[in-house]
């Protein structure tokens, strides 16, 4: 079956610091992949999104790169602010008969201190 | 644009009694699906509605049953509550043609004791 694995958190980082988030997965197929925030007392939003196989997503200073050779989609950005505390969801929309029945992983929570 | 808004934000039951949850979609968005989010863990897939029929399930009893109306929006069922149904229940909307973007309301948290 789908699945996605996440790093185990929760991450604690200063301000301007470099973050990543790792993530692995499991389908079968060519799923989409996705990385969704979930702010304090917020529903989930979607941060980025990459399609196919070497595509990089990216959106507010996050980026994330597919990549099939090591089932990856691993979470980065180069200088984190206190407003990115969050909780981090990484997953995958599986193609075929399960289309838009998103698998997430475990979430991984960031803390960014001043 | 009115976003996915979710009714009530809280609820407590009892094991055994039977809950509605509800769900407005996004404007325009004609698909609807329901994850359950239990504490520190990922939302997990439970069903999802396409011109309010069932389109696809996840690995959930079928005490677990919806609804979705002609104006999109939805209802989550759930009979014969048990412990382990406590839990955040998340609604997402999307377009059938991004089924994978989907825009989340803030959930119902519902206790069951």
């Known amino acids: 079956g789908n699945s996605v694995t996440q790093m185990e958190g929760p991450v604690t980082l200063s301000e301007e610091a470099f973050l990543t988030i790792n993530c692995t997965y499991t389908?079968?197929?060519?799923?989409?992949l996705f990385w969704y925030v979930q702010y304090p007392g917020e529903g989930l939003q979607l941060l980025l999104k990459?399609?196919?196989?070497?595509d990089k997503g990216s959106n507010k200073g996050f980026e994330a790169t597919y990549r099939k050779e090591t089932t990856s989609f691993h979470l980065e950005k180069g200088s984190v602010q206190v407003s990115d505390s969050a909780v981090y969801f990484c997953?995958?929309?599986?193609?075929?008969?399960?289309?838009?029945?998103?698998?997430f992983g475990q979430g991984t929570i960031l803390t960014v201190h001043p | 644009e009115t976003g996915v808004t979710q009714s009530p934000t809280h609820l407590i039951k009892t094991r055994g009694q039977q809950v509605t949850l509800r769900c407005s979609s996004q404007?325009?968005?004609?698909?609807v699906s329901w994850y359950q989010q239990a504490l520190g863990q990922g939302p997990q897939f439970i069903f999802q509605?396409?011109?309010?029929?069932?389109?696809g399930r996840g690995n959930f009893p079928p005490r677990f049953s919806g609804l979705q109306f002609p104006n999109y929006s939805s209802e989550l069922n759930v009979n014969a509550l048990e412990l382990d149904d406590s839990a955040l229940y998340l609604c997402?909307?999307?377009?059938?043609?991004?089924?994978?973007?989907?825009?989340f309301g803030p959930g119902t948290r519902l206790l069951v004791l």
């Open positions: 997402a909307s999307s377009l059938v043609a991004q089924p994978g973007t989907q825009y």
């Open positions: 389908a079968t197929g060519y799923p989409s």
């Open positions: 990459a399609t196919k196989a070497d």
């Open positions: 997953a995958l929309n599986p193609g075929g008969t399960s289309y838009g029945k998103l698998t």
């Open positions: 404007s325009g968005h004609n698909t």
């Open positions: 509605y396409y011109r309010e029929e069932e389109n």
